[in-house]
């Protein structure tokens, strides 16, 4: 089988992973939504919008340790206040930063979590919640090449060839969709297993790609990166600094580390 790990959003929901990629997926949003023109943001596998903070939850070691500091940076303080008490997915986020003449296209396999996130966003008229496999669905829809938008594929990993298929939507979306920003979150792993989403990259998706890392050296799952092509002149430098203080600040003393580095 490829199954490498066994998933429920809801397991994992405001660990330090989850923490870095929304901290970093709102700073782009942020510095997008003020360009010309409405935003589409599109996401492969959007789950249920919101989670529980289930006591002895992967939460407390990861947004449960920022909650309540002093010293959180603004775009980890906005995350963090933005949460208030739950943990928010990838969709909420994205529908708390848009503007009313944007939109979102909301990616969901399974029908609970489906219904779920619909119920969190009620009658939301920018939204379009789409039901169906995740990759499929979003190398269905081909946007015009200058149009305005995020694409974010976090898919759960639990198939080894989830990284080879994230690599091909990448290539396939970079050819054709000069005005998008890509973003793959992804798990890194003891074993290095990440590595088969860079080795299947074009070499043309390569070139416009900054990869953001952290590695706070856990067990299991030792690391969260975010791969993002196209990104915006002015996410760079606020990133590396909310990269840096995520990693330091979530990792296990001398085992938080980070790096950018091109794929």
Same mark, same amino acid.
């Given at each position: ?6 998933? +429920?959003? *809801? ?7 989850? =923490? ?19 935003? @589409? ?29 002093? =010293? ?9 206040? $933005? ?7 990838? #969709? ?31 009658? =939301?008229?920018?939204? @379009? ?5 995740? !990759? ?35 290539? *396939? ?16 792993? +003891? ?10 990259? =074009?070499?043309?998706? +390569?070139? @416009? *790609? $900054?990869?953001?890392?952290?590695? #706070?050296?856990?067990?299991?799952? $030792? ?11 002015? !996410?760079? @430098?606020? *990133? ?16 938080? +580390? ?6």
């Amino acid at each position: 089988t490829d199954a490498v790990i066994g998933y +429920r959003h *809801a397991d994992h929901a405001g660990n330090f992973a989850d =923490d870095h990629k929304h901290v970093l997926l709102r700073l782009l949003l942020r510095t997008l939504r003020n360009g010309p023109g409405p935003l @589409t943001f599109v996401e492969s596998h959007a789950g249920a919008g919101a989670y529980t903070r289930e006591p002895g939850g992967a939460w407390e070691d990861g947004l449960g340790r920022l909650a309540g500091r002093a =010293d959180l940076p603004e775009g980890v303080a906005d995350y963090v206040d $933005t949460c208030g008490e739950a943990v928010i997915g990838s #969709p909420l986020h994205a529908a708390e930063l848009l503007g009313a003449l944007d939109r979102l296209v909301l990616v969901e396999r399974d029908p609970a979590a489906a219904r779920r996130l619909a119920a969190c966003l009620g009658e =939301d008229p920018r939204c @379009t919640l789409v039901r169906g496999d995740g !990759f499929a669905r979003v190398h269905d829809w081909h946007p015009a090449s200058d149009q305005r938008g995020l694409l974010l594929l976090d898919p759960p990993y639990v198939e080894a060839a989830d990284y080879q298929r994230v690599a091909r939507v990448l290539n *396939a979306k970079a050819a054709s969709w000069t005005g998008g920003v890509l973003v793959a979150w992804y798990p890194g792993w +003891r074993d290095r297993r990440e590595q088969a989403l860079h080795a299947a990259l =074009d070499g043309a998706t +390569r070139e @416009t *790609a $900054t990869d953001l890392r952290i590695d #706070p050296g856990r067990d299991g799952m $030792t690391g969260s990166g975010l791969l993002v092509l196209n990104p915006p002149a002015a !996410f760079a @430098t606020v *990133a590396r600094e909310l990269n840096g203080w995520l990693a330091e600040s979530l990792g296990r003393g001398a085992m938080g +580390r980070w790096r950018e580095e091109t794929p």
